[in-house]
């Protein structure tokens, strides 16, 4: 019996033990979370959204016409198919604004001024779908266009440029000028550096900037012609 005794003495002692080492913070004991291990948690990024995926029709680039322009920029018209209205364009990394005709036409204003060299051109309809014409479009200096031929202007900025415009370069010389009935100018007007000018009697002026082959603009005061800026754009040559 008292060796009974003494083992339950020893059994009780051993729990004792026990206990207090776990209040005294053994190596058993729990340890705290790390801070930054909540912090880490706070800190977990949002579950991703989902990606808006282009839709609509997927647009096609024919031609840009005109294709070589002056490093000021010009207007200029975009050929293709299955444009949107509200489509977009690019041309190198400007966004030029941009008028919707139809399906296959889109219009723009300026292109804006750039360096020389050769860019690319974007239209992006609404959808987000877009069509890419690599290399297309040329900025170069105002004298390396050829000027000659007839050009037919829209002049009279006063006036909605409702006023049709004549005037013909031959030989890199303005040699004509007519508002419904021609005009007396200079006998020699040159162009030079993609530029001309003149003034003659009673007031009569004109001056004109060459945009690409096929574009021009510039500002008139002459009988006819009215008094403001007009725009031109070469015709076509003559089919024979």
């Given at each position: 019996?008292?060796q009974?005794?003494?083992?339950?003495?020893?059994?009780?002692?051993?729990?004792?033990?026990?206990?207090?080492?776990?209040?005294?913070?053994?190596?058993?004991?729990p340890?705290a979370?790390?801070?930054?291990?909540?912090?880490?948690?706070?800190?977990?990024?949002?579950?991703?959204?989902?990606?808006?995926?282009?839709?609509?029709?997927?647009?096609?680039?024919?031609?840009?016409?005109?294709?070589?322009?002056?490093?000021?920029?010009?207007?200029?018209?975009?050929?293709?198919?299955?444009?949107?209205?509200?489509?977009?364009?690019?041309?190198?990394?400007?966004?030029?604004?941009?008028?919707?005709?139809?399906?296959?036409?889109?219009?723009?204003?300026?292109?804006?001024?750039?360096?020389?060299?050769?860019?690319?051109?974007?239209v992006?309809?609404?959808?987000?779908?877009?069509?890419?014409?690599?290399?297309?479009?040329?900025?170069?200096?105002?004298?390396?266009?050829?000027?000659?031929?007839?050009?037919?202007?829209?002049?009279?900025?006063?006036?909605?440029?409702?006023?049709?415009?004549?005037?013909?370069?031959?030989?890199?010389?303005?040699?004509?000028?007519?508002?419904?009935?021609?005009?007396?100018?200079?006998?020699?007007?040159?162009?030079?550096?993609?530029?001309?000018?003149?003034?003659?009697?009673?007031?009569?002026?004109?001056?004109?900037?060459?945009?690409?082959?096929?574009?021009?603009?510039?500002?008139?005061?002459?009988?006819?012609c009215?008094?403001?800026?007009?725009w031109?754009?070469?015709?076509?040559?003559?089919?024979f």
């Amino acid at each position: 019996m008292r060796q009974l005794s003494i083992t339950k003495a020893g059994i009780g002692l051993g729990m004792v033990m026990l206990g207090l080492a776990g209040c005294g913070g053994s190596p058993s004991a729990p340890s705290a979370q790390p801070a930054a291990s909540a912090a880490a948690a706070l800190a977990l990024p949002p579950a991703d959204k989902p990606v808006a995926q282009p839709s609509g029709l997927e647009p096609t680039i024919a031609a840009v016409s005109p294709h070589v322009v002056s490093t000021a920029g010009t207007w200029g018209t975009i050929t293709g198919a299955q444009f949107q209205p509200g489509a977009t364009v690019t041309i190198g990394s400007t966004a030029v604004s941009a008028t919707f005709q139809d399906s296959t036409t889109l219009r723009f204003a300026n292109s804006g001024a750039h360096g020389v060299g050769t860019v690319d051109v974007t239209v992006t309809n609404p959808g987000g779908r877009a069509a890419t014409l690599t290399r297309s479009y040329t900025y170069s200096p105002a004298d390396s266009f050829d000027a000659n031929g007839e050009w037919i202007a829209h002049a009279d900025s006063h006036n909605d440029y409702v006023t049709d415009m004549r005037f013909t370069i031959s030989n890199n010389m303005l040699i004509s000028l007519s508002c419904g009935t021609p005009v007396t100018m200079p006998t020699r007007v040159s162009v030079q550096n993609g530029r001309f000018s003149f003034a003659g009697a009673d007031g009569l002026t004109m001056s004109g900037t060459l945009a690409s082959t096929t574009t021009s603009y510039g500002e008139v005061n002459a009988p006819g012609c009215g008094d403001g800026r007009w725009w031109a754009d070469k015709a076509a040559p003559a089919q024979f």
